[in-house]
């Protein structure tokens, strides 16, 4: 088994660790205060450079921090933005790597996935992706001894990525992260309207009614609305920004937002 190196340390985000571990403390401790007092069974996090998303991020990974104890395993899975496939697509890594260290793999899980063929292995989408990447120095912080399942969803029906939500739930030692940014490219008032759209859909749990104009992981997010409408989660919008308020400029922008699900 090998480990996935990074591929997009020191240009999504810091490539050195010291860096990276401040900037990453630094989003989680300024993060906007989280809804509620449940613990989140799921988040959505958005992907993009940490300077224009990284503050969104963190205001979905401090939800988690009542649960740094007790989760052994992420469920990550975001879109696949550099190779088109069907399905659901795992690594044959045993870990993969950040400059924060490895991050070990549930192999176990993935072999069972594998076998029931509700996913099947393709290095060549993972090895370029950023999508997952930029979470992990997240997961690293809240849940360092905690393993992960990453995958990647093409761009086809949810309900593939539902199953395989499904079949990995499992109880408070599980946690999902779906990984997505909402609108891209239009100007800051546009984009404003249309997140806080999104957003409605998503806190009415409307499984099947985010296209991709709306989020580019508009099939996990998908899956898992379907999947916290069936169990009955309630969700919320942690915050909701664009990249004209985090960096500028505001005539052309990417929607971030942070969900939580309990």
């Not at 007092?37 to 979905?60: E, L, M, R, V």
């Not at 045993?94 to 393709?122: C, E, H, M, W, Y």
């Amino acid at each position: 088994m090998t480990t996935r190196p990074a591929a997009v340390a020191g240009m999504f985000y810091p490539g050195e660790a010291k860096r990276l571990e401040a900037a990453v403390e630094r989003y989680i401790s300024d993060a906007r205060p989280a809804a509620g007092d449940k613990s989140p069974k799921a988040i959505i996090a958005p992907h993009a450079g940490y300077q224009y998303s990284g503050p969104i991020a963190g205001s979905a990974y401090a939800s988690l921090i009542s649960q740094t104890k007790n989760v052994e395993r992420v469920i990550l899975v975001g879109p696949s933005h550099r190779m088109p496939f069907s399905g659901v697509a795992c690594s044959g890594a045993a870990a993969f790597a950040t400059p924060l260290g490895a991050v070990p793999v549930d192999r176990d899980a993935l072999a069972a996935l594998l076998k029931d063929g509700l996913i099947s292995q393709n290095d060549a989408a993972h090895a370029p992706e950023h999508s997952l990447e930029v979470q992990l120095p997240f997961l690293q912080r809240i849940f360092p001894g905690a393993q992960v399942v990453p995958l990647l969803a093409g761009d086809d029906d949810s309900s593939g990525v539902a199953a395989v939500l499904a079949r990995l739930w499992g109880g408070p030692e599980t946690v999902i992260v779906v990984s997505s940014d909402l609108s891209h490219y239009h100007d800051h008032e546009t984009a404003c309207r249309l997140d806080r759209e999104t957003a409605d859909v998503i806190e009415a749990r409307q499984a099947g009614a985010v296209g991709f104009d709306q989020a580019c992981g508009a099939t996990p997010v998908n899956a898992l609305l379907q999947i916290v409408a069936e169990k009955g989660l309630s969700a919320a919008t942690l915050d909701l920004r664009n990249s004209g308020d985090t960096v500028g400029p505001r005539d052309e922008v990417v929607g971030y937002g942070a969900f939580v699900f309990g």
